[in-house]
């Protein structure tokens, strides 16, 4: 798999031809299985075949029971910058209900562990889980809080099909996802970590300044990124692609030369799709004036009709060129953004 990884970024370097690679992100998976060595040797392909800023972010995603005092220790000496840690809940009952394979403890000892060599680190949380309570919502708060954390990412629980979850919820073993109750943890999220000094930048990303995620902010501002690995997707402005999700197939393939990838063209109204949904999830929203610039007035006035009622609805509001999502309107921005597409625009 690492010879197959090292093969596609030789492949594909040309793509990002005379652009700087700014963020370098293991995520997907688990990473953080990948031996030191193996992370330092990917890392020293990426310098070799593409042009690297001087100090990038460099981030591994890693779960608690990957992450001995000894495997922490080596990261802090590589490369990697930053790590990005699948807490989701202190509490046992949670993350046993989410098929977690760390406890509680190990939780915390990952923490404290983790904070002792790095500065830069992620957290990630999940609300909205049948029978987390608020109280214990805020204690799970409280708890990241109380490790100096400087960057949160928190998800509403989602129910994959066809997963031990759905299976669960079908048996009536345990209650389905409360939307309401979901709805009102995530407001209470974004006022104990406002108060803390957390900025909310992006739907799901609160970071303190200078910690923002700069792989997330790349995302979500519609900069170009290359996926490299089983089911990975890349977007270079105009098109974007993803590679084959089995593992077998994509080795193969690389070991004949051959990317395993389709693309897709995306139209002018594919882009503004993309723009409104990734901009209004943001705390720079989207720009009136760049919707104009870069798809015309037509879609500018279309954008200013759809959005009229979410404006009278307090939902969405315009400050100077940017239209911007609310507070009462953030949790619901992706369907919000979805009524603002433009449908089979020619």
Known sequence: ?????????????????????????????????????????????????????????????????????????????????????????????????????????????C?????????????????????????????????????????ISSYALTVEPKTALDSFIKKGVIDNVDDDLAQEQFHILIEKLEASGFVHYELSNFGKPDYFSKNNSAYWQGKPYL????????????????????NSKYIKSLEVNILPIETEVLSLTDKYNEYIMTGLRTVWGVSLEKVERNFGLQYKRYLLEQSEKYINEHLLYIDGDKLLVTKKGKFLSDGIASDLFKINLT
């Open 1 to 109: 798999m690492v010879n197959a990884l090292v093969k596609e970024l030789e492949l594909r370097k040309d793509e990002l031809k005379n652009q700087n690679v700014e963020t370098i992100y293991f995520g997907g998976g688990t990473p953080s299985l990948l031996t030191i060595d193996e992370l330092q040797f990917l890392i020293s392909e990426v310098y070799k075949n593409y042009q690297v800023v001087e100090h990038p972010e460099i981030t591994l995603e890693a779960n608690p029971d990957d992450l001995s005092e000894n495997i922490i220790i080596q990261l802090s000496k590589s490369p990697i910058n930053r790590l990005s840690i699948g807490i989701q809940s202190f509490f046992e009952a949670d993350l046993k209900l989410m098929n977690r394979a760390h406890n509680a403890e190990e939780a915390k000892k």
């Open 111 to 151: 923490l404290s562990l983790a904070t002792r060599y790095f500065e830069n680190i992620s957290v990630d949380l999940i609300y909205g889980i049948s029978g987390l309570t608020n109280e214990n919502w805020i204690k799970n708060i409280d708890t990241v809080l109380g490790f100096n954390i400087p960057h």
């Open 227 to 246: 996926g490299i690995g089983p089911s990975a997707h890349s977007f270079n402005g105009n098109e974007r692609g993803w590679n084959v999700r089995n």
